[in-house]
C-alpha cells in the first residue's frame, strides 16, 4: 500500500540521453511536487501541480519538463542529461495545497 | 522569501542521551514549520509539525519540537535517543500563498548515535 511511489528507484545513463521518472500517489491528493536533492542531501523544489495544473515553477533548466497526465500521477522528463543533473529526485504529494507533504522513496539519477 | 538555518550540520551523541537539533527561520509572513527525518537511502518521513496552536509539539518517536516566534526558532528534542534515531533530520518552512505550497529545507543535522 506505497502511499506514493516512483520508479525507477535508481537510474543510471550517459551524458545527452533523454530519460523520465514516473510517480505516483494514492492517497487521493490532488497536489504534487519534485524536489532535487543534490549530493551534499541540500532539498529543493522544482516543480508543483494542483490538478494537473502547473503552479510552483522554480529556476529550473528548461531541459526539464514535468507532464502530469491526472492528479495522481506527476512525471518528470529530462532531455539532453548533463553531469550535474546526478542527484535523488523525491516525490511528494499533499492534499488541496495542504501542509503536510508525503514524499517517495526516490529516484536516484546518475548521470556518466 | 523564506529560508531555514540549521546550524550543525552534525550531532554525535550517546545512545539514551538527551539530544536537541536546532532550527531557525526567517520570513516576513507567518510560517508553518515541520520536521522531517531520512534514513539511509530512503525519502522523507514527516516527524511533526507546527501549523497554530499550542507551541510545543509531539511527535513520533519520542520527538517533540517547540515554536518559538520571538526567537524564530523551532528546535526539536528528544529526552533519550536509540541507535536507530540515526538519520538524517531536516527543519522545513512553507506559508501559504495563492501559487502553492512551496517547501524550504534547511541543509540538515546528521544525528549519530553511539553505543
Known amino acids: 500500500d506505497t502511499a506514493v511511489s516512483q520508479t525507477p528507484k535508481y537510474l543510471v545513463t550517459q551524458m545527452g540521453n533523454d530519460k523520465s521518472i514516473k510517480c505516483e500517489q494514492n492517497?487521493?491528493?490532488?497536489?504534487m511536487y519534485w524536489y532535487k536533492q543534490d549530493s551534499k542531501k541540500f532539498l529543493k523544489i522544482m516543480f508543483s501541480y494542483n490538478n494537473k495544473e502547473l503552479i510552483i515553477n522554480e529556476t529550473v533548466p528548461n531541459r526539464f519538463s514535468p507532464k502530469s497526465p491526472d492528479k495522481a500521477h506527476l512525471n518528470l522528463h529530462i532531455n539532453s542529461l548533463e553531469l550535474g543533473d546526478s542527484a535523488v529526485y523525491f516525490c511528494?504529494?499533499?492534499?488541496?495545497?495542504?501542509?503536510?507533504?508525503?514524499f517517495g522513496p526516490g529516484t536516484r539519477l546518475t548521470v556518466l | 522569501a523564506q529560508s531555514v538555518t540549521q546550524l550543525d550540520s552534525q550531532v554525535p551523541v550517546f545512545e539514551e542521551a538527551p539530544v536537541e537539533l536546532r532550527c531557525n527561520y526567517s520570513s516576513s509572513v507567518s510560517v508553518y514549520l515541520f520536521w522531517y527525518v531520512q534514513y539511509p537511502n530512503q525519502g522523507l518521513q514527516l516527524l511533526l509539525k507546527?501549523?497554530?496552536?499550542?507551541?510545543l509539539v509531539k511527535g513520533i518517536n519520542g520527538f517533540e519540537a517547540e515554536f518559538n516566534k520571538s526567537q524564530t526558532s523551532f528546535h526539536l528534542r528528544k529526552p533519550s535517543v536509540h541507535i536507530s534515531d540515526t538519520a538524517e533530520y531536516f527543519c522545513?518552512?512553507?506559508?501559504?500563498?495563492?501559487?502553492?505550497?512551496?517547501?524550504?529545507f534547511g541543509t540538515g543535522t546528521q544525528l549519530k548515535v553511539e553505543l
Open positions: 492517497l487521493g491528493h490532488d497536489t
Open positions: 507546527y501549523l497554530s496552536g499550542s507551541t
Open positions: 522545513a518552512v512553507t506559508t501559504r500563498t495563492g501559487g502553492g505550497n512551496k517547501l524550504t
Open positions: 511528494a504529494s499533499s492534499q488541496d495545497r495542504g501542509h503536510e507533504q508525503f
